[in-house]
């Protein structure tokens, strides 16, 4: 595969993402990291990305805030005519849980706005590129508490199941372009966002024992990457140990 084809990760210095990014540069894509503000985590991901051989860019900026989603990727694209961005992981996702009677504005906000508004900011700026080049995989990471509804997670849930609607409304604007678009659905999965979760309690509820990891979530987005996947489109796939299926 050229260097020149690139894969663009939101939150791709932790986690999920960072799983992701090392998944899709082993398949040989170029990457973007974005990430938020721990520049530590960032630069090792960089490193361990860069040793399969591939580059990787690092774009520090809230994918809740437009402007600065506009000016980061409109200066990538018009400064990097001569490479393509096919695969997008609309991945960047943050918890604040508590019950909705003591939900305060911003915990409503900064949730919708990090997953929810960043899937629109980013994904509309890249999808001319992708309808352009024929050819474009979105893969949005949405969550179990998006399809069942966690209690302490109205916030979550909402941002998350209307991901899932906007996976599938999507899905059928830019299916003929050779775009899929489609959804997973991680349970519990070991990152920083679950530390605070204790697994031993948990994993009597999973079919499967225990809880994920990334490095399983990434290899389905990995598949979802691929020439593979071309008539999979407007799916939530679940991966979940068999928590909810
Ligand atoms: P994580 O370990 O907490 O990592 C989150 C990543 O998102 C970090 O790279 C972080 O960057 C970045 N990020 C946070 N806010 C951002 C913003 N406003 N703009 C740009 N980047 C931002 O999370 P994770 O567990 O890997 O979760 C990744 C995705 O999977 C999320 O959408 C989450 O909802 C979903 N998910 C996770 C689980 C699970 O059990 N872990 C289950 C279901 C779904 P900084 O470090 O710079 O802040």
């Known amino acids: 595969m050229a260097d020149k084809k690139y894969a663009f990760v939101t939150g791709g210095s932790r986690g999920i993402g960072k799983a992701a990014c090392l998944k899709l540069a082993s398949m040989g894509y170029g990457i973007l990291l974005n990430y938020h503000s721990n520049d530590e985590a960032a630069n090792q991901a960089k490193q361990e990305i860069e040793a399969h051989g591939v580059e990787c860019e690092l774009l520090k900026f809230d994918v809740g805030n ?3 989603s ?3 990727l409109t200066n990538w694209v018009e400064s990097n005519e001569d490479k393509v961005i096919e695969v ?5 996702g943050i918890r604040k849980d508590t019950l909705m009677m003591w939900m305060k504005e911003d915990e409503w906000h900064s949730v919708l706005d990090t997953s929810l508004n960043g899937f629109f900011y980013i994904t509309r700026l890249l999808l001319k590129g992708m309808l352009t080049q024929k050819f474009g995989r979105i893969i949005n990471v949405v969550s179990l508490s998006g399809l069942k509804g966690t209690p302490g997670q109205t916030n979550y849930s909402a941002a998350k199941a209307a991901i899932i609607g906007a996976t599938k409304a999507l899905a059928q604007e830019v299916g003929r372009r050779k775009v899929t678009v489609n959804a997973v659905a991680p349970g519990f999965i070991k990152t920083d966002m679950t530390e605070d979760i204790n697994e031993k309690e948990y994993k009597s509820l999973i ?5 994920g990891t990334s490095e399983e979530v990434a290899e389905l987005i990995g598949f979802l990457a691929s020439p593979h996947s071309s008539y999979i489109t407007g799916e939530v796939i679940n991966i979940n140990g068999g928590l909810y299926s």
């Open 70 to 72: 506009e000016k980061f």
């Open 207 to 211: 079919p499967a024992g225990r809880f």
């Open 66 to 68: 437009p402007a600065e």
């Open 88 to 92: 997008l992981v609309n991945n960047a």
